[in-house]
């Protein structure tokens, strides 16, 4: 068992909005290199690239990976390994399995094992996050049935890639406390933290009614103690599993009020960090960004709440 995580995940960013995006367009990160750089230079530690494989294979055995779209992906790793920076990579919006298609597991495990077969050798600075947000037909019980399978088509390929893995319920704190952690060596457990979700969704164009809360606020005593108790229980709940924990998205959507955004997510970020968790806040760039990709700045408060200022290096 990993008695902690390994140092290089630490702080991290997620990279959303270029290999996780559903419309299937030829994913393009041509600012990759000098963005990466960017992240190192403010002080993160690592980046989560979300990678929607799943809409870039083919439909039947051995669903073959869409070699263009995988070369794009190497193009990340090896520019972040230059910058200093490790990388999860994260099985994005792998919908068949959440809508219970059938043959859809099989196809999962196919993608890893061939992802695992990729990067065999990429080096110890990246690791595997399973499945983002199991959900839909993936209840507890059934994430728990999977999750050795999935494991498993991973082991086959690399026995000590260190693996992340979080609950049923979208990674929420109610899955993580009902997962059932495989028998293995490498693994790390991963917690996504949005609460209170009006708050931190506000205006978000996929959540309905989600216009009726923008203007929430954040930062009561309330909020506080709320905050420590999830955080804590699912610190609690890894300490007794002998697992180390990190928090694999947190975050706020850019229509909440500007003020609270930065306190909550500093509030997390330091909670996080007190009780030894690592983390990485969604996200760097789309509508939750802690950077403006069109004004080319970081939104320095954001920035802040993450990497405080007299540890940042630029
Ligand atoms: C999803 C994103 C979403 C974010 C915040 C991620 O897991 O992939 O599409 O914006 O969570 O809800």
Same mark, same amino acid.
């Given at each position: ?236 709940? +890894? =300490? $007794?599993? %002998? @697992? ?5 998205? &947190?975050? #706020? ?18 909670? +996080? =960090? $007190?009780? %030894? @968790? ?5 996200? &760097?760039? #789309? ?28």
């Amino acid at each position: 068992m990993l008695s902690e995580w390994p140092g290089w995940l630490g702080r991290g960013l997620n990279i959303g909005g270029v290999f996780d995006r559903r419309d299937d367009g030829a994913a393009r990160w041509t600012e990759c290199d000098q963005e990466l750089r960017l992240i190192g230079g403010a002080g993160f530690t690592h980046v989560r690239v979300p990678v929607r494989w799943w809409g870039h294979a083919e439909q039947h055995w051995p669903y073959a990976l869409e070699e263009a779209f995988a070369e794009e992906v190497d193009l990340v790793l090896d520019s972040a390994r230059i910058h200093g920076l490790g990388v999860v990579l994260s099985m994005h919006h792998a919908d068949g399995v959440m809508a219970g298609e059938a043959g859809a597991g099989s196809r999962l495990c196919g993608l890893w094992k061939q992802v695992a077969r990729r990067y065999r050798s990429a080096g110890v600075t990246v690791a595997y996050d399973l499945l983002n947000e199991p959900r839909g037909d993936l209840t507890i019980d059934r994430w728990n049935q999977l999750l050795p399978m999935v494991l498993s088509a991973v082991r086959k390929v690399d026995p000590d890639r260190v693996v992340l893995v979080g609950g049923a319920d979208m990674s929420t704190l109610p899955g993580l406390l009902g997962l059932k952690v495989p028998d293995d060596n490498h693994l790390v457990a991963t917690l996504h933290y949005y609460e209170p979700f009006r708050f931190t969704h506000q205006g978000a164009w996929w959540e309905q009614g989600s216009g009726e809360w923008v203007g929430t606020r954040w930062g009561s005593g309330g909020h506080q103690r709320q905050l420590g108790e999830d955080l804590g229980s699912a610190a609690s709940w +890894a =300490e $007794r599993q %002998g @697992l180390p924990l990190y928090v694999g998205e &947190f975050g #706020t959507y850019g229509a909440a009020p500007p003020v609270s955004r930065v306190t909550w997510t500093r509030r997390v970020r330091a909670e +996080a =960090e $007190r009780l %030894g @968790l690592a983390w990485a806040c969604w996200d &760097f760039s #789309t509508d939750f960004g802690v950077y403006d990709p069109r004004g080319h700045y970081w939104r320095r408060n954001l920035l802040e709440a993450l990497i405080p200022r007299l540890e940042s290096v630029d």
